[in-house]
């Protein structure tokens, strides 16, 4: 293998701090391959210095260097997150190409479910690719399963959208939106069939902790809705470490 498992760990803090930009930048139609970086307070052009990620926050203490604002903790955190992503695939994955592999799918699913965390949209330039992704995984490293793994995508979106089909005929709104489904069919084709329960479960209870924790911490009201992406891809990444494959 030309790059050894241990440079996903000091790219991470490098593909956080894109990630950062496409989550910021793509809710709200902006470029994020070609305009330049700059303070949201001062639009003042940050150099490379300004931008080296996790060590510039620190070293300017969270402030722009240019005109003082505070630059808030979202940049630290998301690339502290991609990095705990690729810390968690270094210990958990057998290694190789596969932990090059999990990390990528880790990143595409903390960029999907941090924007439905914000915005109630799972974007389709991440699920869609992500389906592509994992039928193409599947077909170079599992041919036998591709035919199995294509059936479990297609199941998954079906099933996530006759649920909503029939909770909105039940409630007259919305239960589950059609990002949903395109991630659970993303699931289906990288896992196959036979871990999609499994997902739909653990998703279940990790959303059901999200809501206990709101109602306590914001007063969540009964009838206001959460986003189930960022369950449902913390489910699906999980389930992906446990199968201890490629395929």
């Known amino acids: 293998m030309i790059f050894p498992d241990w440079m996903m760990l000091l790219a991470a803090p490098v593909i956080g701090s894109w990630l950062g930009v496409l989550i910021r930048r793509w809710p709200q139609g902006r470029p994020v391959a070609m305009a330049r970086s700059a303070c949201d307070a001062c639009g003042h052009r940050l150099g490379p210095l300004d931008m080296i990620p996790l060590a510039s926050f620190a070293l300017l203490r969270g402030h722009c260097r240019y005109c003082g604002a505070k630059i808030g903790w ?18 958990a994955s ?5 932990n090059w592999i999990d ?6 699913l903390l960029t999907a479910a941090w924007i439905d965390a914000e915005t109630f949209r799972l974007p389709d330039i991440i699920t869609l690719p992500l389906i592509l992704a994992g039928l ?3 077909w170079v490293y599992q041919p036998g399963d591709i ?10 979106y079906g099933a996530f959208r006759l649920l909503n089909a029939a909770y909105r005929a039940l409630k007259g709104r919305h239960g589950l939106g059609a990002g949903d489904a395109k991630l659970l069919a993303a699931a289906g ?9 499994y997902v739909v479960m653990g998703a279940g209870l990790v959303g059901i902790g999200m809501v206990v924790v709101a109602s306590r911490a914001t007063g969540l009201r009964r009838d206001q809705p959460i986003p189930f992406g960022p369950a449902l891809a913390l489910a699906f990444f999980l389930a992906r470490l446990a199968a201890g494959r490629v395929g």
């Open 103 to 108: 990390t990528a799918l880790g990143w595409a």
């Open 147 to 156: 035919y199995g793994h294509a059936a479990a995508a297609a199941l998954g």
């Open 74 to 91: 979202f940049y630290p955190a998301i690339e502290l997150a991609a990095l705990s992503v690729a810390a968690v695939v270094y210990y």
């Open 189 to 197: 084709a990288w896992l196959g069939l036979a871990p999609l329960p």
């Open 136 to 138: 193409g995984v599947t």
């Open 94 to 98: 057998p290694g190789g190409w596969q």
